[in-house]
Each structure stands twice: as C-alpha cells, then as structure tokens.
T-cell receptor, first 117, second 113 residues
Framework: AQKVTQAQTEISVVEKEDVTLDCVYE???????LFWYKQPPSGELVFLIR????DEQNEISGRYSWNFQKSTSSFNFTITASQVVDSAVYFC??????????????WGLGTSLAVNP | DGGITQSPKYLFRKEGQNVTLSCEQN?????MYWYRQDPGQGLRLIYY???????QKGDIAEGYSVSREKKESFPLTVTSAQKNPTAFYLC????????????FGDGTRLSIL
C-alpha cells in the first residue's frame, strides 16, 4: 500500500543549527511525485517542492535542500542555518494513481519544527 | 493578487445544523479540493473536483456535500450526518489533478457549540 512516513513528530533546534526532516515512502508505482509543504502557525499550507521519480538529483533553494534517494525510498529535507521563521509543521506527500489516471496525494503526518532563538 | 479565499476563518455549529464553508479561487485553476485536518494527523481528502459540475468523493466524504457550479467556487457543506465535525478544513486548487502542486487557502476552523 502507498504510504508516507515522517518518523519525527517534533524537532526542536536552536537558531542557526542545521536540521533534517526525514520522509520515507512506499509505493508500487514506477512513476510518482513527491512533495514537501510547510504549514506555519497561520494554518495555510505552502508548497515548497515537487520531485518526480525519474529525477534523483538533489535540489537546493537558498537555505533549503532536498535529498531524493530511490534506493532507500527517502526524500529528506534539510534546512541550513535555521531561523525562527522556519518554525512550522512540514508535510511530505506522495502522489499515486487513484480512480484511473487521477492522482491524489498521500500525506505524511507531518513534523513539527520549533526553532528557538 | 491571485489566491484562494476561505471564509469564515472560524465557524461554530449547533447540533443538528448544516453549515457551509466557502472557498473561492482566482488562480484560474481547474481542480479544487477539500481536506480535513485533525490534531496530530495529516490531511484527509473529503471531495475533489476536476471541472465545473463534476466532483468525486475522497476518503472521508460521508457527512459532507459539495457543489461546483462555477470554476472559481467550491463550497463544502458539513451536514448534520457528520457526527464529529470539529476540525480544521482546508481548501486547495491546482492547474490539474495530475501531479500539479496544490495551492491552499488559510483554512476554516469549525467547532461544535
């Protein structure tokens, strides 16, 4: 069955520390997409990245970086030099085939990150 | 600015009452979604719609209803049949159902009086 596991429920770091959020997925699809979203205290989910199953290159965007490894079915997210504004719940999600060609997202339970000054 | 507007931000429902949550988008997206979020849980899909006048049930559609009469609007009605409606409801839209990033509104927090 398709599944997304975010084993870290809560993480607390001090500002300027690096932090990695883990995401492990299960799927029988050969073609799939992985996503990361951020949910700040205001509640709105903010899209961060989408990665397809054929592209294993790591991606960097400012202080954010993502490590996709098909061999371990993982799509981990690292924040370098964390800041208080990074405090949020972070969700990893997997798209799967659903009702034919329509794909829905399978969500992890999220990791709550607290960055303390 | 383009975006998704959910209203109201907070909503209270009495027992046996239907309530409707509003979701409007001006992103010209074809697909729209409703999710429910409970504490400590991920997002669960209630309903989604790919085009006007068409919608499909998600994983937890019982006790909910939707309509899609306009591309911009996808209201969700929480009926009295939903026995545990207290939750945070998020509306989202995307350019299409297949693999496109979803963009979210600010959410509506529904509570029972």
């Amino acid at each position: 069955a398709q599944k997304v596991t975010q084993a870290q429920t809560e993480i607390s770091v001090v500002e300027k520390e690096d932090v990695t959020l883990d995401c492990v997925y299960e799927t029988r699809d050969t073609t799939y997409y992985l996503f990361w979203y951020k949910q700040p205290p205001s509640g709105e989910l903010v899209f961060l990245i989408r990665r397809n199953s054929f592209d294993e290159q790591n991606e960097i965007s400012g202080r954010y970086s993502w490590n996709f490894q098909k061999s371990t079915s993982s799509f981990n997210f690292t924040i370098t030099a964390s800041q208080v504004v990074d405090s949020a719940v972070y969700f990893c999600a997997l798209s799967e085939a659903y009702a034919g060609n329509n794909r829905k997202l399978i969500w992890g339970l999220g990791t709550s990150l607290a960055v303390n000054p | 600015d383009g975006g998704i507007t959910q209203s109201p931000k907070y909503l209270f429902r009495k027992e046996g009452q239907n309530v409707t949550l509003s979701c409007e988008q001006n992103l010209n997206h074809d697909a729209m979604y409703w999710y429910r979020q409970d504490p400590g849980q991920g997002l669960r899909l209630i309903y989604y719609s790919q085009i006007v006048n068409d919608f499909q049930k998600g994983d937890i559609a019982e006790g909910y209803s939707v309509s899609r009469e306009k591309k911009e609007s996808f209201p969700l009605t929480v009926t009295s049949a939903q026995k545990n409606p207290t939750a945070f409801y998020l509306c989202a839209s995307s350019r299409g159902v297949e693999n496109q990033p979803q963009h979210f509104g600010d959410g509506t927090r529904l509570s029972i009086l």
